[in-house]
């Protein structure tokens, strides 16, 4: 049984076959004691009639068993009219003043004493406010005759019942069929879906019709087709870009070199300072790509140090201060004196600065300026590097540290590959950060490190 939706539509139709069918069990055995008690307690106060008005009649009990006893198969009961009787079926034992069975059904030898035990029970039978006798109920459980309307009224309350379980279950199957097709619709869509996405169309959209337990997968899976194309066409792009990066500086290297080979050009320091920095860029695309090779394989190693957060800021900052002079731009640190040495890897969160620090040079117009500052917050330490620029624009900022993600291209214009973010964010991230983007109050882009407890001393 591999369907779904047959499971489903079983078991709704078992489901309510329990139910009714246990309903129906108790539905019958409560109206036929319900109906038994009725009947009893019917036949009880006629049997009192009956005996009270033959001990008027008589003045005693002679004779009694003689005028019952062809009266009971099935017995009489008096109605309406003391002259007329009707058939009771009720089992009973009459008991005389002296304490003395006179009568029973099933019949039994008469005169029996009876003990005050056995009558706690028994109806009283009062005559001029004397107690003449007591009439005994029979325990017994009552049978009717196939013949009997009582026999024949129960039958007709099964038969009833019988018929409402099986329109019951008939229902219980029709809806179990609507319900088990309706449930499963969104899961065959999902299944379609997934072909449609293994053959390559990527995107593939289902309809989210409900907001339970199967709308929420359905929106996680049309969440994960857009991620899916999304990174699909981010990696083709970047597989692009990065070809591109690694055939400029190839295509350069191997244009002088055979220019050297064949003596069409002469080996000047220029030549050879602009082989060197070929070489350096096609190294530093190689080596980016390897770190985040390595970040993927959970594989980057880090040296953990006791780091004076304040000085590497400053030294991060020297390094950058003639690129940032030769582009006019203003490069300050800004960070309390008193900040705690923390335990980190000072060499990979400089590349971490190196990087955003490139990033926002890259987009700070001359006469702008670029900040590095940090301070304690609850719980860490927070590093931000913010910028004069014009922004992130809002549509790129959930992606902006997404590998392969290209956004505003006026912002990805330059020969970079567009994996420094990447790198900055896998490097923080290994050291148990976090790190973030945001648009400042005044324009600009503030990246945001926050290092978790990573306080080794004050």
């Known amino acids: 049984m591999r369907s779904i939706t047959l499971k489903l539509t079983l078991a709704f139709l078992i489901t309510s076959l329990i139910g009714t069918g246990l309903a129906a069990a108790l539905l019958h055995q409560q109206t036929r004691t319900a109906f038994n008690q009725f009947i009893l307690s019917s036949d009880e106060q006629n049997i009192v009639d009956t005996l009270l008005q033959y001990y008027q009649d008589h003045g005693s009990w002679e004779g009694v068993n003689t005028f019952l006893r062809p009266l009971y198969s099935p017995l009489i009961r008096a109605g309406q009219d003391r002259g007329s009787i009707r058939r009771l079926t009720q089992r009973f034992t009459l008991v005389n003043a002296e304490y003395r069975v006179l009568y029973t059904n ?45 026999a024949e009224f129960l039958n007709r309350i099964n038969q009833i019942t019988l018929v409402s379980t099986l329109v019951a279950a008939a229902l219980a199957l029709l809806v179990g069929s609507v319900l088990a097709l309706t449930m499963t619709r969104s899961l065959r869509e999902l299944t379609e879906m997934t072909r449609e996405i293994a053959r390559g169309k990527l995107g ?10 199967l709308g929420i997968l359905a929106t996680s899976f049309n969440q ?14 970047m597989t692009a870009d990065i070809a591109h990066d690694l055939r400029s500086p190839i295509s350069v290297i191997s244009g002088y070199a055979e220019a050297l080979s064949d003596g069409k050009l002469p080996g000047t320091p ?35 140090l006791p780091t004076d957060l304040r000085l590497l800021l400053e030294q991060t900052a020297a390094r950058h201060a003639l690129a940032a002079r030769q582009k006019g731009i203003s490069l300050q640190v800004e960070a309390p004196s008193g900040l705690p040495m923390v335990k980190i890897d000072p060499e990979r969160m400089a590349q971490v600065l190196a990087n955003l620090i490139s990033n926002a040079f890259r987009f700070t117009p001359a006469g702008g300026s670029v900040t590095l500052s940090a301070q304690t917050v609850p719980d860490g330490i927070q590093i931000e590097v913010s910028d004069t620029g014009s922004g992130i624009l809002p549509d790129d900022l959930p992606y902006i540290f997404d590998r ?23 490097i923080v991230e290994a050291h148990g950060g976090k790190i973030s983007a945001r648009n400042g109050d005044q324009n600009g882009a503030v990246f945001s490190i926050f290092l978790p407890n990573p306080t080794i001393n004050p």
């Open 270 to 304: 220029e030549v050879f300072s602009i082989l060197h920095q070929e070489s350096l860029h096609l190294n530093r695309l190689v080596e980016d790509l390897r770190t985040l090779s390595l970040a993927d394989a959970g594989e980057l190693s880090l040296m953990f």
């Open 404 to 426: 392969f993600y290209r956004g505003d291209k006026s912002r990805q214009g330059s020969a970079e590959s567009g994996l420094g973010l990447a790198i900055a964010r896998s």
């Open 204 to 213: 593939a959209q289902v309809q989210v019709r409900t907001q339970d337990e």
């Open 224 to 237: 994960m087709s857009l991620d899916l194309q999304r990174s699909t066409q981010a990696r083709k792009q």
């Open 106 to 150: 099933p019949p039994e030898p008469p005169g029996r004493q009876v003990s005050n035990r056995e009558l706690e029970n028994a109806i009283p039978l009062k005559w001029n406010n004397e107690t003449i006798g007591w009439v005994l109920r029979s325990s017994r459980q009552q049978d009717w005759t196939a013949a009997s309307p009582e």
